[in-house]
């Protein structure tokens, strides 16, 4: 198969991760998300993945709830290590190649990120899956994976969601809504779409980073974004 990206950071939620659940890992969802990863893998396709927590803990709600937003940052950062072990689980159990990596030393259950080592473990055919988010507090796991997809040298962040790309407003609550095919990140910021938070959006922006919103929960969907098929939103 003809592909347009050789490198790909790929962003999930944790909430997707729950499905129709609302909370902790829907196995099957998790399942189909290592196939359509594996299928990539299988392409020759260098795969970083990072994954947010908000199945398990969101660092905001417990600040909001009365825990300290620092703590409350750092357990959200090792809810997406959970999240990490379970997709590297699910991976290799259909018999793909990963490698996890912990933005904070949490040998030896993740190797200690660096950008060079996880380059290498895309270069040798293991998805490098990317938890911890960036390893500080008041930071989105979309600023995380904004930071390394432009570390990484990735072609372009790939931001699997719920819905098949950005609209003019949420399409869940407004039938009116009509969906961006491409749109400028200065557009993004001037209407102000929550596309991803500002800091994402800006270091995207300056590094010029594509990013391409799309829905992930349609199985398939990930290989039709790599061939160049026009599905989804793309951000420049």
């Keep these: 198969m003809n592909t347009r990206y050789n490198r790909i950071l790929l962003k999930l939620s944790g909430e997707s991760l729950a499905a129709g659940q609302g909370h902790g890992i829907d196995t099957k969802r998790l399942n189909q998300y290592a196939e359509q990863i594996k299928q990539l893998q299988d392409q020759g396709i260098q795969i970083a993945i990072v994954i947010g927590g908000g199945n398990i803990f969101r660092g905001l709600s417990g600040a909001a709830s009365g825990l300290d937003r620092v703590t409350g940052d750092q357990m959200g950062m090792l809810a997406t290590v959970i999240n990490a072990l379970a997709l590297r689980s699910a991976i290799e159990g259909i018999g793909g190649a990963a490698e996890l990596f912990t933005a904070i030393n949490m040998y030896p259950i993740g190797t200690y990120y660096s950008n060079r080592v996880a380059i290498e473990a895309m270069k040798r055919g293991r998805v490098a899956l990317l938890a911890g988010g960036t390893g500080c507090p008041f930071f989105t796991t979309d600023t995380g994976a904004a930071l390394r997809a432009v570390e990484l040298r990735a072609d372009v962040m790939l931001k699997g969601t719920r819905v098949d790309g950005i609209y003019t407003a949420d399409p869940e609550k407004d039938p009116t809504a ?21 800091t994402a959006t800006a270091m995207c922006k300056v590094n010029n980073m594509p990013v391409v919103v799309f829905d992930m929960d349609t199985p398939g969907n990930l290989e039709r974004v790599i061939a160049g098929e026009n599905i989804g939103t793309t951000v420049y």
Excluded: N, W
């Design 178 to 198: 009509t969906k961006f095919d491409r749109i400028s990140y200065d557009e993004v910021l001037a209407r102000g779409l929550k596309v991803m938070d500002l």
